[in-house]
């Protein structure tokens, strides 16, 4: 009998008690399929080399990647990095390494596109000073006048990248009849076309939205994109929405705006430290709506997630690539080709 597959889950995914984080990632799929196996490892961040010697693929929450986690043995084949930010994972050295970077848009594209709708719809509703005034009694009641939300017709929706999730909030927005702009160094321009979407230069998205959105992903380019020269060229109306990476956001610029009200108000589902400080001075402001970088957490989300990084790993394990690679480089080398050549002589279907 042929050694088994075998796949390991970031030591993340469980509890400290052992019971699972996310009860409805389907694991039945490597459970069912013949001679693999899977194990969860304890909980070490970043994952240790020493951790994975034995697997052929890790599927990875939010724990990190580094060089040193890679064992000299080559055998690890693919990481499933259950998301699509990858900023937690060394690329060039998983490359460098024959190792395939599969993520999982398919999962991801709706949850988070409908999170940044719900901070724009919570942000121009007013939705927590109502929350707040409502609980006050006669004396909320009495200054609801005060707070007039903001109708979204013909007002303007900017998003800095139309990648994956960009795309799709511009097409669940739609019903909304908002004027829709983005910036992105290499945005699809018919895609964006067909979407009734403006590109423009990225300080145009700055001046001209109501609501600004991030949906990039964090690079050494993107970090502190959003700065206090660009804030500063938001109107006073405007909000910012960051559900993409906390550091490309400048945290203390952002959070002088809204302490200056120099802009209307933010919505965050990420930051430049997570958790934040306790006496992170953003967390006293009444202006912005903060999220634990899980404001997309849904079951249909996870769900999502796990089998396609699922259908990734089975799919190394078949002797065919994972459908969303990032380095794609590496499925073009010989030593990627023998290393499929010999799980199919491994596993013959
Ligand atoms: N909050 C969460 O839980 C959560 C969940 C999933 C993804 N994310 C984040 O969202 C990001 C976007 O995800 P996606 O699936 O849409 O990725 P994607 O790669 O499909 O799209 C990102 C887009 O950003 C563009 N881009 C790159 N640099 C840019 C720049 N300087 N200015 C403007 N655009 C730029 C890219 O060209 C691309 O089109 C991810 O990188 C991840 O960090 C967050």
Known sequence: MNAPFRVALSGDFRKADGSPVYPDFDLEPLRKAPNVEFAY???????????????????????????????????????ARFGVGYDTVDVEACTKAGIALAITPDGVRRPVAVSIITFILALSGKLMMKDRLTREGAAGFARRGDHMGLGLVGRTLGSIGIGNIGAELFRLIKP???????????????????????????????????????????????????????????KPTAYLINTARGPIVDQNALTKALEERRIAGAGLDVLEKEPPDADDPILKLDNVILAPHALCWTDQCFAGNGAADVRAVLDVRNGREPRVVVNREVLETAAWKNRLAGFRKRFPA
Request: proline share 6%.
């Open 176 to 234: 909304f009849e908002m004027k829709l702009i983005a910036h992105d160094p290499v945005a699809d321009k018919k895609l964006a076309g067909g979407l009734g979407v403006e590109l423009v230069q990225l300080e145009d998205v700055f001046r001209r939205s109501d609501f600004v959105s991030v949906s990039c992903p964090l690079t050494p380019q993107t970090r502190h994109l959003v700065n206090a020269g660009r804030l500063a060229l938001m």
């Open 41 to 79: 490892l304890e909980p070490r961040n970043p994952v240790e080399a020493g951790q994975i010697e034995d697997f052929d693929a890790l599927i990875l929450l939010g724990h990190r990647f580094t060089k040193d986690s890679i064992h000299p043995n080559g055998r690890l084949a693919v990481v």
